[in-house]
């Protein structure tokens, strides 16, 4: 078996079978991040114990224990999610000496499954960005094409994945941040509906705006990745208790008589001609499988960026208010701390340890937060955000599921739009209505720019109708014109 | 935005800035703020505010105690501390 591109069911089936070990597995995965990662900077630590936890792993085989649905199979994990005894950084400085002593509920649930945790994955400073280049880790580089950037914020977990140097990852997602790199580097990537993944020892950013999820090869493997992380969790009051469907034994590419929706606003031009040609591409293929293709209006999807924007901004001033170099993080250095007044100390602990595009969301929410401004900004927001909600359900009353580009055009350069926060922000423009809505949405890879850059197509679908967002990506996947292209740096 | 208004936003999110920062962010800023101002005119009477985008389901669990963590645990990541306890600048 070539380890390197199986899939999570052949590495787990073939360790349970001991055809291979898990360490055997692990042992490959390592030689592949040690000889490749110095050109990606996907990771941010390794886990020092990945060989004894594939080990016992295989212990627990040889006892005849039951070690669940991933076994053996070796993962990534971004680093805003919470890992017992493993560094958890969320690309920042304030929390470079951070040590969690608890799992974040999505790693146990790995764990349980038999995962082999290999090590922490590069992101965007707090998950904030559409680049990877705001970690104080460094950026880090597309494996496509090591000038352009991966997209953001889980581009470590994007890049890491894209060139194999694990074999399943997980990401977060507050705005596109799985979605958007997923596609720029020719993997398939899930933010399933809001609550259905515990969001308990994930880093908080925008409490109602984040969700985790798979970030990985295949429309099957993030189905399987899925089954293993949703599901209720009494730790976190907002994750949903409908129960979780076997989506992976129910995928289907049968397209026939469902009805895609196309928004029409979101027509309206602006893509670049590979993207545009990509999404049309993907249309007439399921055209072609018997899919019927309806146009929907979501009219309050123009204002999509900016509400997100507010939401995001304002929820993060509230959650990154913890970091204040008593607990936990980073402490700025005072000679003595006998005089020092509180909100000094504060203040330049903040100051030192958040990065300048935190800083600046920072303050973005504080502002619209501040006496004066709340009605104007944050709950204006909430009741536009309503609005865009209640016209995504109406739109799902006249399809089945709908389909967008993911972004406006391929990977950019690194660099090129560092310093303009609102354009870097409206390369957002076809990902943040699903997270304000609380939609699932997903990226499969299905063309290309006319210089090799991977495009991938959006699918969305109704609250908890992941299998049928999947299904269509199934389809899409199944035919892909894709299929099998491999990035340049492997 | 000026640059005032941006050092006065600063001091209530806690954050020191420099004075560049503080120039730049008031310019940028500024243009973000004006792209918020998009939804100003949308009519949005009686609607309301929407904070958490699918329904939460309320569940209940037995209150009972339960020792998670030891202590010792609970401070393990603290910058300064004497034994168990967080070391803090003086508060009074």
Redesign the interface.
């Known amino acids: 078996m070539d380890l390197t591109f199986a899939s999570l069911s052949e590495i787990s089936d073939a360790v349970k079978s001991k055809k291979v070990s898990a360490k055997e597995v692990a042992a490959h995965f390592q030689k592949r991040i040690e000889s490749l990662d110095s050109k990606l900077n996907a990771f941010t630590s390794h886990n020092p114990n990945a060989l004894k936890d594939a080990e016992n792993t295989d212990s627990r085989i040889a006892k005849g224990e039951d070690v669940g649905l991933l076994a053996g199979v070796p993962f990534g994990i971004k680093e805003m999610l919470c890992t017992k005894g493993l560094k958890t950084t969320a690309g920042s400085k304030i929390l470079s000496n951070f040590v969690p002593p608890y799992d974040s509920t999505v790693v146990a649930r790995l764990k349980k499954q038999g995962v082999t945790v290999m090590g922490k994955l590069n992101q965007d400073e707090f998950a904030m960005g559409s680049s990877n280049e705001t970690s104080f880790y460094g950026a880090v580089k597309n494996p496509w094409d090591v000038n352009r950037v991966p997209g953001g914020s889980s581009g470590g977990s994007a890049a890491a994945q894209a060139a194999r140097l694990v074999a399943g990852t997980i990401g977060t997602d507050t705005g596109g941040s799985i979605r958007q790199p997923a596609s720029f580097c020719g993997i398939v990537g899930v933010k399933p509906t809001y609550g259905r993944v515990s969001r308990y020892g994930i880093i908080a950013f925008a409490s109602s705006l984040d969700q985790a999820g798979p970030m990985v090869s295949s429309v099957k493997d993030a189905a399987l990745t899925m089954e293993v992380i949703s599901g209720h969790d009494p730790m976190d009051s907002t994750s949903s208790q409908k129960a979780v469907p076997s989506w992976s034994k129910n995928l289907s590419t049968d397209v026939k008589g469902l009805k895609i929706g196309v928004i029409k606003e979101y027509m309206k031009g602006g893509l670049d001609v590979d993207t545009e040609k990509t999404f049309s591409e993907s249309l007439k293929t399921l055209k072609s499988m018997g899919a019927e293709i309806v146009e929907v209006s979501v009219s309050m999807s123009e204002f999509a960026v900016p509400i997100y924007y507010l939401v995001a901004t304002s929820e993060a001033s509230s959650n990154l208010a913890r970091y204040d170099g008593i607990r936990y993080g980073y402490r700025a250095e005072f000679p003595s701390l006998a005089g020092v007044e509180l909100e000094d100390f504060y203040a330049k602990t903040r100051g030192e340890g958040f990065g300048q595009e935190v800083k600046r969301r920072i303050m973005l929410g504080t502002y619209c937060l501040s006496s004066g401004y709340y009605d104007a900004y944050y709950t204006k927001a909430g009741q536009v955000r309503r609005m865009l909600t209640e016209q995504y359900l109406a739109a799902f009353r006249n399809c089945d599921v709908i389909l967008s580009p993911v972004t406006t055009s391929p990977a950019f350069k690194i660099g090129e739009l560092v310093s303009d926060p609102l354009a870097m922000y409206m390369n957002d423009i076809f990902t943040t209505s699903t997270n304000l809505a609380g939609l699932p949405g997903m990226s499969v890879p299905f063309g290309a720019s006319s210089t090799g850059l991977p495009i991938g197509v959006q699918v969305t679908a109704n609250h908890f109708d992941e299998q049928r967002m999947l299904n269509v990506a199934a389809a899409l996947e199944s035919v892909s014109p894709v299929k099998g292209k491999k990035p340049h740096v492997i | 935005m000026d640059k005032k208004a941006?050092e006065h936003?600063?001091?209530?999110?806690?954050?020191?800035?420099t004075d560049a920062?503080a120039v730049e962010?008031s310019a940028?800023?500024e243009?973000?703020?004006q792209?918020?101002?998009?939804?100003?005119n949308?009519n949005?009477q009686g609607?309301?505010?929407?904070?958490?985008?699918?329904e939460?389901?309320s569940?209940w669990?037995e209150d009972q105690v339960v020792q998670?963590?030891k202590p010792e645990?609970?401070?393990?990541?603290?910058?300064?501390r004497a034994g168990n306890l967080?070391?803090?600048?003086?508060?009074v």
């Open positions: 941006v936003i600063a001091k209530l999110a806690r954050l020191q800035i920062e962010f940028q800023m243009k973000i703020l792209n918020f101002q998009k939804i100003e949308i949005t609607v309301e505010p929407m904070v958490t985008p699918t939460i389901e569940f669990r998670n963590y645990d609970m401070v393990a990541n603290a910058p300064d967080f070391k803090v600048p003086p508060v």
